[in-house]
């Protein structure tokens, strides 16, 4: 799960916010990672298939950046994909505003065919906003690589903030620098067996 920091964005531009700016400079990570999301082990039916075109590049992206890391993804937690959808709001997490979430649902059942996981983003307002952060395309791809670390990985838990890394609690400042840095050091760590 990724979430916004309500308390930065909602921060009114006004001389005093120029004059925090630097130390709120220190802390940009403008999105951080909230607790583990949310498992349903009650024998849920299946959800209905539902794939968003605009998002599904995305996950044929981490598909592909994963086998050219040679940690490809398992066909088995790929089939049990089966919603990768916009979500106009996913909630809070404290003052956090929630931006994904990575569902896992019956997930020790015994039937391997009944186990599911969905993926939801939040999806921005029609400027392209969540709040005052503009979701460009790389901090899409990010919440998205995130979520996916976390339902195409098995992932569990986050990161400490420090470690800038996809997943971290907090967005990666090396974003703006490096994604293909970030990439190497994201399927490394899944590499590790985490
Ligand atoms: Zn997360």
Same mark, same amino acid.
């Given at each position: 799960m990724l979430l916004l920091l309500t308390s930065w964005i909602s921060r009114p531009v006004t001389s005093s916010f120029f004059k925090n700016l630097p130390s709120l400079l220190l802390v940009m990570p403008l999105l951080a990672c909230g =607790?583990? @999301?949310?498992?349903?082990?009650?024998?849920? =039916?299946? @959800?209905?298939t539902r794939f968003e075109s605009e998002l599904m590049p995305l996950v044929a992206a981490y598909e592909s950046d994963a086998q050219a890391?040679?940690?490809p993804v398992s066909p088995e937690l790929r089939s049990q994909l089966v919603q990768v959808v916009w979500q106009d709001d996913l909630g809070q997490q404290g003052d956090e505003t929630v931006l994904g979430r990575c569902e896992r649902m019956n997930e020790n059942h015994p039937d391997e065919s009944m186990r599911f996981r969905t993926v939801k983003i939040r999806k921005p307002d029609a400027a392209g906003y969540v709040g005052r952060i503009k979701v460009d395309a790389l901090t899409l791809k990010t919440i998205v690589y995130h979520e996916l670390g976390h339902c195409l990985h098995d992932f569990r838990g986050h990161l400490p903030e420090a470690s800038h890394q996809i997943m971290s609690t907090a967005l990666p400042k090396e974003r703006f620098q490096s994604f293909h840095?970030?990439?190497h050091q994201h399927f490394a760590l899944l590499k590790s067996g985490h």
């Open positions: =607790s583990q @999301p949310p498992t349903s082990d009650g024998a849920s =039916s299946k @959800p209905e890391n040679a940690i840095e970030l990439l």
